[in-house]
């Protein structure tokens, strides 16, 4: 029977799922979107919104609190000066999960965790430079490979 057992263990001993969650929070609330396995995600998401929780309060006691949880001060910081002022008039649910697929390598089902009201931030491309058209620059372009 599995009366009362709730969340995950994620595989792990209790010190390294505590790791394990406490870095997939600490990198939810500084890149606000992250992609993991579904498994994960659900056992994140409370513990995110926790902290949001406690950044919302703004004591000296909360900021104790999420600086213990968290694995950067960078993230303590951004948590109460950018993300929790952003959810003051909302109560609850500040993250989303969203089925990704399958992982190539095992196939397990991804999912990604993300803050509500986060911008997606597109990469910039690199140019390409183009490809030498002629025999001899091919020629110019191994040769100049071998001597590095």
Do not use: C
């Amino acid at each position: 029977m599995r009366h009362r057992n709730y969340g995950s263990k994620l595989g792990r001993q209790p010190a390294h799922r505590r790791a394990t969650l406490r870095n997939l929070v600490t990198n939810v609330i500084e890149k606000e979107r992250i992609t993991t396995t579904i498994t994960r995600a659900k056992a994140a998401r409370p513990l995110v919104e926790n902290m949001i929780t406690l950044g919302k309060r703004d004591t000296l006691q909360s900021r104790r609190q999420a600086a213990s949880f968290l694995m950067t001060p960078g993230a303590t910081k951004k948590l109460f000066a950018d993300i929790a002022p952003r959810f003051t008039d909302r109560t609850g649910g500040y993250t989303r999960i969203i089925h990704a697929g399958w992982r190539i390598g095992d196939g397990a089902q991804l999912a990604i965790l993300e803050l509500i009201g986060s911008n997606l931030k597109k990469k910039e491309k690199k140019e390409k430079s183009p490809a030498p058209e002629t025999a001899e620059e091919i020629k110019e372009e191994v040769a100049g490979k071998s001597l590095k």
